[in-house]
């Protein structure tokens, strides 16, 4: 398996009055939320962040990120084939894609920054393919068994709109109204 080559998690740094010398580093949701002391300099507050990010992503990027396993989790959870191979690609127009004649797996490797049960939702899409190579209802009710599938879907979604104006799903499409609905505006 190849090394994601990914870019740093997130960091969000949070400083509290209550705090006194500590600083601690914890991911939470793909974020590394970094708690310190409201009165530390920031130069003394850069090198606590420095070394703690590193210490957290390689801990990040063992535990959590072996898609080999993952996959092979996922496979036996959903009752969905299993994938010849799970590799992160440096793919940027798809989050995921699959070649349903030999069951290779290609997960892009921006997804190692963002939450695990995204992650999880790339590779049931995918394994959902190797079922159904289009998105069917058929293709739609595989994935539907992994319970978080609309939420990361959303999350997917919103992320690409953010960097491209289109909201796209993990093959790059983007999903359209089965019908135009005379009032689109409105909410309700
Ligand atoms: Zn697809």
């Given at each position: 398996?190849?090394?994601?080559?990914?870019?740093?998690?997130?960091?969000?740094?949070?400083?509290?009055?209550?705090?006194?010398?500590?600083?601690?580093?914890?991911?939470?949701?793909?974020?590394?939320?970094?708690?310190?002391?409201?009165?530390?300099?920031?130069?003394?507050?850069?090198?606590?962040?420095?070394?703690?990010?590193?210490?957290?992503?390689?801990?990040?990027?063992?535990?959590?990120?072996?898609?080999?396993?993952?996959?092979?989790?996922?496979?036996?959870?959903?009752?969905?084939?299993?994938?010849?191979?799970?590799?992160?690609?440096?793919?940027?127009?798809?989050?995921?894609?699959?070649?349903t004649t030999?069951?290779?797996?290609?997960?892009?490797?921006?997804?190692?920054?963002?939450?695990?049960?995204?992650?999880?939702?790339?590779?049931?899409?995918?394994?959902?393919?190797l079922?159904?190579a289009?998105?069917?209802?058929?293709?739609?009710?595989?994935?539907?068994?992994?319970?978080?599938?609309?939420?990361?879907?959303?999350?997917?979604?919103?992320?690409?709109?953010?960097?491209?104006?289109?909201?796209?799903?993990?093959?790059?499409?983007?999903?359209?109204?089965?019908?135009?609905?005379?009032?689109?505006?409105?909410?309700?």
């Open positions: 398996m190849t090394e994601p080559q990914r870019s740093s998690l997130p960091v969000e740094i949070v400083r509290s009055r209550r705090r006194r010398k500590t600083v601690q580093a914890t991911i939470v949701d793909g974020v590394i939320r970094v708690q310190a002391p409201a009165s530390m300099s920031e130069r003394e507050l850069n090198e606590h962040v420095h070394y703690l990010v590193a210490r957290l992503e390689r801990r990040f990027r063992s535990e959590t990120v072996d898609l080999e396993s993952r996959a092979l989790r996922l496979s036996k959870r959903f009752s969905l084939p299993k994938a010849t191979s799970v590799e992160w690609a440096d793919q940027r127009s798809q989050w995921g894609s699959c070649t030999n069951g290779e797996i290609r997960i892009s490797n921006r997804l190692a920054a963002y939450p695990p049960w995204v992650l999880d939702y790339v590779i049931v899409h995918e394994l959902a393919h079922v159904e289009n998105h069917s209802p058929a293709f739609n009710a595989l994935v539907a068994k992994y319970p978080l599938a609309e939420r990361a879907r959303g999350f997917l979604m919103a992320i690409s709109f953010g960097e491209t104006g289109i909201a796209q799903d993990v093959d790059g499409e983007a999903p359209q109204p089965e019908e135009e609905t005379d009032s689109p505006l409105t909410l309700f």
